[in-house]
């Protein structure tokens, strides 16, 4: 199994490019998650989605589109990127509530110049 | 005040030092706890889940007061292998976790 997936490991954009990050995972797992880790801010939510066609905003939703047509993929759009949007992007799932551990992918660092 | 507020370290100790973690959450209807820990430029994993009635995990000790909305990690006889970001993480009754910011700690030989 390879659990949480994430694609590209590393990404540099121009200001006003759009993008997709992909998330891809094995687990079967109901809840999937996007975060942002920037430096002094620690990780921030930005989507979340508790099932396939179910997806919610989090702490920092402006700028990214999601949508979570099957229950392996939730893929986070940049609509149009900002330098602002500059740091590395987390895909987490667990496998519904109740559980614990949510499983984090590897991440994207995603530099916008 | 912040959902979620960690000591800000960062912490440089000697091997086999003791070292204690301290985390506040604002939200008293908050339902779940836990330590992760995060090495650098990789993911964050789960450490520990912590429990109103305290728990252990050999040389890890977690524990949750919640008159206090407060949460701790104490860790023993420290290894170098034990350098790492660790995060204190709350969880409502959504799904969703809220993280704290993080506290470095440094192991030295």
């Known amino acids: 199994n390879a659990g949480v997936t994430q694609t590209p490991k590393f990404q540099v954009l121009k200001t006003g490019q759009s993008m997709t990050l992909q998330c891809a995972q094995d687990m079967n797992h109901e809840y999937m998650s996007w975060y942002r880790q920037d430096p002094g801010m620690g990780l921030r939510l930005i989507h979340y989605?508790?099932?396939?066609?179910?997806?919610d905003q989090g702490e920092v939703p402006n700028g990214y589109n999601v949508s979570r047509s099957t229950t392996e993929d939730f893929p986070l759009r940049l609509l149009s990127a900002a330098p602002s949007q500059t740091s590395v992007y987390f895909c987490?799932?667990?496998?519904?509530?109740?559980?614990?551990?949510?499983?984090f992918g590897p991440g994207t660092r995603l530099t916008v110049l | 005040r912040k959902e979620v507020e960690q000591d800000p370290g960062p912490f440089n100790v000697p091997e086999g030092a003791t070292v204690a973690f301290n985390c506040t959450y604002s939200n008293s209807a908050s339902q779940s706890f836990f330590w992760y820990r995060q090495d650098c430029r990789k993911e964050p994993k789960l450490l520990m889940s912590?429990?109103?009635s305290g728990n252990e995990d050999g040389r890890f000790t977690a524990q949750l007061n919640r008159a206090s909305q407060y949460i701790s990690l104490l860790i023993r006889d420290s290894k170098l292998s034990d350098s790492a970001t660790y995060l204190c993480?709350?969880?409502?009754?959504?799904?969703?976790?809220?993280f704290g910011k993080g506290t470095l700690l440094t192991v030295n030989p």
């Open positions: 987490a799932t667990l496998a519904g509530f109740g559980y614990n551990e949510q499983f």
């Open positions: 993480v709350v969880g409502g009754s959504n799904y969703k976790l809220t």
């Open positions: 912590v429990y109103s």
């Open positions: 989605s508790v099932g396939a066609g179910i997806t």
